[in-house]
């Protein structure tokens, strides 16, 4: 699997945990009430995964390749 491969798939992983704060959120809107385990396992992960693993390899490793190529930061 390529670098870019990766970072695509982890994308889709990342929509799909917004998403889910998405309904959960609008769930609470409409008086369900909200899953407080659930919000905070998924902001956790945003924090953890997408802001402290997957922005880093794009910053070191990917924008710095695109850079190199030419591409504007």
Not at 36 to 48: I, K, M
């Amino acid at each position: 699997m390529r670098p870019t491969e990766i970072l695509t798939a982890e994308h889709r992983v990342i929509e799909r945990v917004l998403e889910c704060l998405d309904r959960m959120a609008d769930g609470a809107a409409k008086g369900a009430g909200l899953d407080l385990q659930s919000a905070a396992e998924a902001l956790e992960f945003l924090r953890t995964f997408a802001d402290g693993c997957h922005h880093g390899k794009e910053e070191r490793h990917l924008f710095e390749s695109l850079a190199a190529k030419g591409w504007p930061r």
